[in-house]
């Protein structure tokens, strides 16, 4: 049974900084690639960052690029997310996936197995 649970999440102030962990299992974590996502509410879910399988290769949404860097430990079956600078716009549950299928990193479509989300809120 696959199950990635997510955890880090939290209140900061605007500027403050979180890192987020998605712990993966019932499955070869080194054969995904991993994707953050994110959805506040009454939005669409949208893309943060992916990584490749190998951890050598990373994407970014251009409104995170700069300010949150996405790592993985094979090792330890998880995904990070360290997110700094954070924005009021940045508050929503972020959610870590499994690339599964193919087609743009960027789409929800291609990614399979979810986490159950951590909320992320920064005040202003």
């Known amino acids: 049974q696959v199950q990635l649970v997510e955890s880090g999440g939290g209140l900061v102030q605007a500027g403050g900084s979180l890192r987020l962990s998605c712990a993966a299992s019932?499955?070869?974590?080194?054969?995904?690639?991993m994707g953050w996502f994110r959805q506040a509410p009454g939005k669409e879910r949208e893309f943060v960052a992916s990584?490749?399988?190998?951890?050598?290769?990373?994407y970014y949404a251009d409104s995170v690029k700069g300010r949150f860097t996405i790592s993985s430990d094979n090792a330890k079956n998880t995904v990070y997310l360290q997110m700094n600078s954070l924005k009021p716009e940045d508050t929503a549950v972020y959610y870590c996936a499994t690339k599964s299928y193919s087609g743009g990193y960027n789409l929800p479509s291609v990614y399979r197995y979810w986490g159950q989300g951590t909320q992320v809120t920064a005040s202003s």
């Open positions: 990584i490749s399988r190998s951890g050598r290769s990373t």
């Open positions: 019932g499955l070869t974590f080194s054969s995904y690639d």
